[in-house]
């Protein structure tokens, strides 16, 4: 099968709009901490908390500032057109998700998290390549379609994606 040479770097569903390949990791572990510039993305940064805990048994310290290794996520004051439009930046030492509403950072978390899945999980921690990545939803709504009468995933799989689309909405 062919596939583009950013798909192989990038392997997120459904390809952003734009990913910019970087060089370097960042190491995300228990010394990470979740910064939320915004008291609106209070609920967000609890999320992303417990995702990572399940994920991989990390517990990452929510704060209200700091420095250092750190995932930051922001609210941009910009207009946009789109309001769940986010912008994720991977850099060494630092991850920073932005948008101009709640809803997009939540979907940048989202896509934070599927890079965290695919990553190797060493003792409590997970290494992810540098990259910056700027993504908008096609349309102004999320859909999903499950056919288990052709591809059948079993109830395991379908009780962990269940509690996952209970959050994008």
Same mark, same amino acid.
């Given at each position: 099968?062919? %596939?583009? $040479? ?12 734009? =990913? ?5 990791? =960042?190491?995300? $572990?228990?010394?990470?901490? @979740?910064?939320?510039?915004?008291? /609106?993305?209070? $609920? ?6 417990? /995702? ?10 929510? +704060? ?6 750190? @995932?930051? %996520? ?13 912008? %994720? /930046? ?10 101009? $509403? ?13 890079? @965290?899945?695919?990553?190797?999980? +060493?003792?409590?921690? =997970? =290494? ?19 056919? /288990? ?10 009780? +962990? ?9």
């Amino acid at each position: 099968m062919y %596939l583009p $040479s950013i798909a192989q770097q990038c392997p997120i569903i459904p390809m952003p709009n734009n =990913v910019q390949m970087l060089k370097g990791s =960042v190491v995300v $572990s228990n010394s990470t901490s @979740i910064i939320t510039l915004s008291p /609106e993305l209070d $609920s967000q940064a609890s999320y992303l908390q417990q /995702e990572l805990l399940k994920e991989g048994s990390m517990t990452l310290a929510i +704060k209200n500032a700091g420095t250092g290794n750190s @995932i930051t %996520l922001a609210l941009t004051r910009a207009k946009q057109k789109n309001q769940a439009a986010f912008q %994720l /930046e991977i850099r060494s030492g630092d991850i920073k998700i932005s948008a101009a $509403s709640a809803e997009g950072v939540f979907y940048g978390i989202k896509l934070l998290l599927q890079l @965290i899945r695919q990553a190797e999980l +060493k003792t409590h921690s =997970v =290494v992810i390549s540098c990259m910056t990545i700027n993504d908008a939803p096609l349309y102004a709504w999320r859909g999903l379609l499950l056919d /288990e009468s052709r591809h059948f995933f079993g109830k395991q799989w379908l009780r +962990k994606s269940w509690t996952g689309w209970l959050f994008t909405n």
